[in-house]
């Protein structure tokens, strides 16, 4: 079965940085685009970074210029490098992956950007 594990979240201060991992299994990593999204309390969840079987990534216009997607074919993961963090990028953080018709998630890492 299809399985998204993310990690990698915690308390930052603003200004700091985070790298996020998201390891899946169940599916042929290498031909999948992947994408990571967030949802803070009361909004609705929004594509943050996504990227192609081919490397190809596009973004949120919130977050250019400070995050970075990336995947590892090999390790079968897909990485999203946050830095310098602002309070406005706290959310839980998902990856996502389409498969069977549907979009697939993993539960979450929470990113907390606060002094």
């Known amino acids: 079965q299809v399985q998204l594990v993310e990690s990698g979240g915690g308390l930052v201060q603003p200004g700091g940085s985070l790298r996020l991992s998201c390891a899946t299994s169940g599916i042929i990593f290498s031909i999948k685009p992947m994408g990571w999204y967030r949802q803070a309390p009361g909004k609705e969840r929004e594509l943050v970074a996504a990227?192609?079987?081919?490397?190809?990534?596009n973004y949120a216009d919130s977050v250019k210029g400070r995050f970075t997607i990336s995947r590892d074919n090999a390790k079968k993961t897909v990485y999203l490098q946050m830095n310098s963090l602002k309070p406005e990028d706290t959310a839980v953080y998902y990856c996502?992956?389409?498969?069977?018709?549907?979009?697939?998630w993993g539960q979450g890492t929470q990113v907390t950007v606060s002094s």
């Open positions: 990227i192609t079987s081919g490397g190809s990534t």
């Open positions: 996502s992956v389409p498969e069977y018709g549907r979009n697939y």
